[in-house]
C-alpha cells in the first residue's frame, strides 16, 4: 500500500502516460478503402425471402481481393453471416439487416481457441461472426436490427448461458477492426462482443439494445489498442463492460465523447476476470439511467454508474476514468474484490486477483439514488490505492432503516453487481462506505442529500483505511 504522496505522484504520472497512450491510440488505422463494391443482388437476391445465402456470397466474394458488400436498399433478413478479412458491411442510409427470428438459422460457430465464454457461457451464435480476420469494418448510415423481443427469443435472464438467444456480433481473435456510424438494434442477447482482438475503433455508433434481457451493449475482453468515442449506447443491461474471460490481458484503451445508459451497470469491468486490466482511460463520458420516454424493459434507474469488480484471480490497475457526467444511478461508484475464481473446467483454481491504483477524477452527479456507494473487499484481501477525486454526487436521502457494518456479512459468492446489499438495505453510510480497503484516497468529495439523512456521511471499518485531504 501507497502512502498519500506516493499514492498522488503516481495518479499524476499514471494520467500523463495515459494522455500519450491516447494520442497514439486516436492515430489507429481506420478501413480500409476497397474499390470494389458488391451487393447480393448481384447473386441472385430479388428482394423477397431470406438474404443470407446472397449476402454469404456477396461477402467471400469480396474477400478474394478485398472489396465492400454494400446493403442499398429496403430490408434484407438474414440468418449467420460470416465476415472475412478485408471486407467491409457497408448498411446504408435507408437500409436494414435485419436478423431472422428462426433460431435454426444461426448454426453454432464453436470458437476455435477454448476460453472462459465458450466452456462457462455457451454463447455460440450470432447474426455476424468474425474469427482471426484482419481489417473488417461494419459501417455505414443504416440499421442492423436483431428483432430479438422477448416474443421472437423467449428465455430468462441469467449470469450463465443464454440458449436460444444469439449476440447480434462475435468478434473473436481479430485485427484491425472497425465499426462506424452504424445503427445497432435489438439484439436478442449481448448486442457486440470483441474478445482477444487488437486495433478495434468503434466510433459514432447507436445502439438501441432495449429488446430481451442481458441486453449488454458493448463488451470488450482481452482487447489491446482500443479506441471507442462519440457513440451513444441504450441498453437493458450493462452499457460499456470490459470482461477478461479470453484470458488476455486488455491494455491500452480510450474511451471519450460516449453516452452509456443502462438499467444494469453504465460502466462496468467484471463480472468475467480471468485476464488483468491496465492502462484504460474514460474520459468526457455521460452515465446513468433511463427517462419516462426511452423504450425499457427493467427499472428505470441504472443499478450503479461505475462498477469495478474483480473476482476470477487476475489484476484490475491503473485505470483512470475523469470528467464524467452521471444521473439516476442507484449507487454512483462500486467497487468489489471476491474470490469467485470461475475458470475453465481444465484450469486450476487461481488465487484472489487484484483490484488497485484506481482513480475517479471530476464526477458530477444528480439525481442518484440512496443506496450509496461503497468499496468492499474481503477479509483474505483488500483493495488498494483508490483516488476519489472532485466528485459532487447529489443522491436521495435513504427512507430505509439505518444499516450497521455489522448487518453486512463478507458477502462471498454473491452475484458483485451493487444492489447485492438490497435485501439487507442501503449502505451504512450516505457518502462512502468502506471496508477491507486499504489507501482509499478523498480529495474534495462531496455527497449531498435531498433530505434528512440518518446515516453518516464516510463509514469504514473492518481493515478500512480512508483518508481525506480536505
Known amino acids: 500500500m501507497a502512502n498519500k504522496e506516493q499514492q498522488i505522484q503516481h495518479a499524476g504520472q499514471l494520467l500523463q502516460k495515459l494522455e500519450a497512450m491516447a494520442q497514439t491510440l486516436r492515430k489507429l488505422p481506420g478501413m480500409v478503402q476497397h474499390e470494389k463494391t458488391f451487393t447480393p443482388e448481384q447473386f441472385g437476391y430479388t428482394g423477397s425471402g431470406k438474404a443470407t445465402d446472397f449476402l454469404q456470397k456477396?461477402?467471400?466474394?469480396?474477400?478474394?481481393?478485398?472489396?465492400?458488400?454494400?446493403?442499398?436498399?429496403?430490408?434484407?433478413?438474414?440468418?449467420?453471416?460470416?465476415?472475412?478479412s478485408n471486407v467491409t458491411l457497408f448498411v446504408d442510409k435507408g437500409a436494414r439487416l435485419l436478423g431472422s427470428t428462426d433460431l435454426k438459422d444461426y448454426p453454432e460457430h464453436v470458437a476455435k481457441r477454448r476460453t472462459v465464454m465458450d466452456t462457462n457461457m455457451g454463447m455460440n451464435q450470432s447474426l455476424i461472426f468474425a474469427e482471426g480476420c484482419e481489417n473488417i469494418a461494419i459501417c455505414?448510415?443504416?440499421?442492423?436490427?436483431?428483432q430479438g423481443s422477448q416474443k421472437n427469443f423467449p428465455g430468462e435472464e441469467t449470469a450463465t448461458g443464454t440458449p436460444?438467444?444469439?449476440?447480434?456480433?462475435?468478434?473473436?481473435?481479430?485485427?484491425?477492426?472497425?465499426?462506424?456510424?452504424?445503427?445497432?438494434?435489438?439484439?436478442?442477447c449481448w448486442m457486440q462482443n470483441y474478445l482477444n482482438c487488437d486495433q478495434v475503433i468503434l466510433e459514432n455508433i447507436h445502439v438501441e439494445n432495449q429488446a430481451n434481457y442481458n441486453n449488454d451493449g458493448?463488451?470488450?475482453?482481452?482487447?489491446?489498442?482500443?479506441?471507442?468515442?462519440?457513440?451513444?449506447?441504450?441498453s437493458g443491461d450493462d452499457a460499456m463492460c470490459f470482461k477478461g474471460a479470453s484470458q488476455r490481458t486488455c491494455e491500452r484503451v480510450l474511451i471519450e465523447d460516449c453516452t452509456f445508459?443502462?438499467?444494469?451497470?453504465?460502466?462496468?469491468?467484471?463480472?468475467d476476470t480471468q485476464g488483468d486490466f491496465r492502462n484504460i482511460l474514460v474520459q468526457n463520458c455521460k452515465l446513468g439511467g433511463m427517462t419516462q420516454e426511452m423504450r425499457r424493459i427493467k427499472n428505470l434507474c441504472s443499478d450503479s454508474g461505475i462498477s469495478l469488480e474483480m473476482l476470477d484471480g487476475a489484476t484490475?490497475?491503473?485505470?483512470?476514468?475523469?470528467?464524467?457526467?452521471?444521473?439516476?444511478?442507484m449507487s454512483p461508484i462500486f467497487l468489489r474484490l471476491d474470490n469467485r475464481g470461475r475458470v475453465k473446467p481444465e484450469d486450476p483454481r487461481p488465487g484472489i486477483g487484484n483490484l488497485q491504483n484506481i482513480v475517479i477524477e471530476n464526477v458530477?452527479?444528480?439525481?442518484?439514488?440512496?443506496?450509496g456507494s461503497y468499496i468492499a473487499g474481503i477479509p483474505e484481501k483488500s483493495i488498494e490505492n483508490i483516488l476519489l477525486k472532485d466528485i459532487v454526487i447529489h443522491q436521495k436521502a435513504s427512507q430505509k432503516p439505518v444499516t450497521k457494518e455489522s448487518d453486512f456479512s463478507p458477502m462471498y459468492g454473491i452475484y458483485p453487481d451493487a444492489h447485492m446489499i438490497d435485501d439487507i438495505g442501503d449502505a451504512p453510510a450516505y457518502g462512502l462506505w468502506v471496508?477491507?480497503?486499504?489507501?482509499?484516497?478523498?480529495?474534495?468529495?462531496?455527497?449531498?442529500?435531498?433530505?434528512?439523512?440518518?446515516?453518516?456521511?464516510?463509514?469504514?471499518?473492518?481493515?478500512?483505511?480512508?483518508?481525506?485531504?480536505?
Open 58 to 84: 456477396a461477402i467471400d466474394a469480396a474477400a478474394e481481393k478485398g472489396g465492400t458488400v454494400k446493403l442499398e436498399h429496403g430490408d434484407y433478413l438474414s440468418g449467420t453471416l460470416v465476415l472475412r
Open 140 to 146: 455505414g448510415e443504416g440499421t442492423i436490427c436483431g
Open 164 to 188: 436460444g438467444r444469439p449476440f447480434m456480433m462475435r468478434i473473436i481473435d481479430c485485427k484491425r477492426v472497425h465499426v462506424k456510424d452504424i445503427t445497432l438494434m435489438d439484439a436478442a
Open 218 to 234: 458493448i463488451d470488450v475482453d482481452g482487447c489491446r489498442d482500443v479506441w471507442i468515442h462519440h457513440c451513444t449506447i441504450s
Open 261 to 271: 445508459i443502462s438499467s444494469c451497470n453504465s460502466l462496468k469491468i467484471g463480472t
Open 316 to 329: 484490475v490497475e491503473d485505470i483512470y476514468i475523469r470528467n464524467i457526467e452521471m444521473s439516476d444511478c
Open 364 to 371: 458530477k452527479g444528480v439525481q442518484c439514488g440512496p443506496r
Open 435 to 470: 471496508r477491507y480497503a486499504q489507501g482509499i484516497l478523498l480529495h474534495h468529495y462531496e455527497v449531498i442529500p435531498d433530505g434528512v439523512e440518518q446515516r453518516p456521511r464516510i463509514l469504514a471499518e473492518n481493515h478500512a483505511q480512508v483518508i481525506e485531504l480536505d
